[in-house]
Each structure stands twice: as structure tokens, then as C-alpha cells.
Nanobody, 121 residues
Framework: QVQLVESGGGLVQAGGSLRLSCATSVSFFDNMHMGWYRQGPGKQRELVAAISTGGTTNYADSVKGRFTISRDNAKNTAYLQMNSLVPEDTAIYYC???????????????WGQGTQVTVSS
């Protein structure tokens, strides 16, 4: 059973930064492609960023240049560094492990519980 645990959310003013973490205890984390999704109020869940086992990354257009996804295989943890936050980034952020097909990330069945990010104007 793959368990994913997010942390690092909180309340921040516009222009501020947060770093989210997604930790797992499985021994094969280095074989897992990872994605960060978010779901804002009244919105559908959307892919924010993804990183493959080899370090290939994908970003949503809305976060390019502001967010950075990374991974530390020694710590079994994926990160999402979020800079220059705007109120529209307010959402619950979830991590996921899925697949990369032809350079595009597809979600898998394992999700974390989510962490709330609120950006005030």
C-alpha cells in the first residue's frame, strides 16, 4: 500500500512563498513518477506539476516560472516550491503517483490527503 503524506501548506500573503512536501515510506520511491494537483473552491482538480523518475518535469502554464517541482530519492520525498503566490493559487494541493506517457503525466490511484494553501490579497 502506497501512502502519500503532504505537508507545508498554510496562509501566505500574495507575493509570498511556500514549499510543499510529499513523503512516502515505500522503498521504491525512486521508481515512482510524482505529480502535484490542486483543487480550488468550485473548481475541478488540475495538474500543477509532475516529475518523472529521471527528472523530467511538466508544469501547468499558470505556474510556469513560479513553481518548481523536485524530488529527493534519499528522503523518499517530492517537493513543490511555490513562489510569487497569487490569490488564484488558493486550493487544496494533493500529491499523486502516476505514469508518464510520451512525456505527459497521467495520475495514478494513490493520493495524499491534501494540504490547504490560502493566498491572501
Amino acid at each position: 500500500q502506497v501512502q502519500l503524506v503532504e505537508s507545508g501548506g498554510g496562509l501566505v500573503q500574495a507575493g509570498g512563498s511556500l514549499r510543499l512536501s510529499c513523503a512516502t515510506s515505500v522503498s521504491f520511491f525512486d521508481n515512482m513518477h510524482m505529480g502535484w494537483y490542486r483543487q480550488g473552491p468550485g473548481k475541478q482538480r488540475e495538474l500543477v506539476a509532475a516529475i518523472s523518475t529521471g527528472g523530467t518535469t511538466n508544469y501547468a502554464d499558470s505556474v510556469k516560472g513560479r513553481f518548481t517541482i523536485s524530488r529527493d530519492n534519499a528522503k523518499n520525498t517530492a517537493y513543490l516550491q511555490m513562489n510569487s503566490l497569487v490569490p488564484e493559487d488558493t486550493a487544496i494541493y494533493y500529491c499523486n503517483t502516476g505514469r508518464f506517457i510520451s512525456g505527459r503525466y497521467y495520475s495514478g490511484e494513490h493520493w495524499g490527503q491534501g494540504t490547504q494553501v490560502t493566498v491572501s490579497s
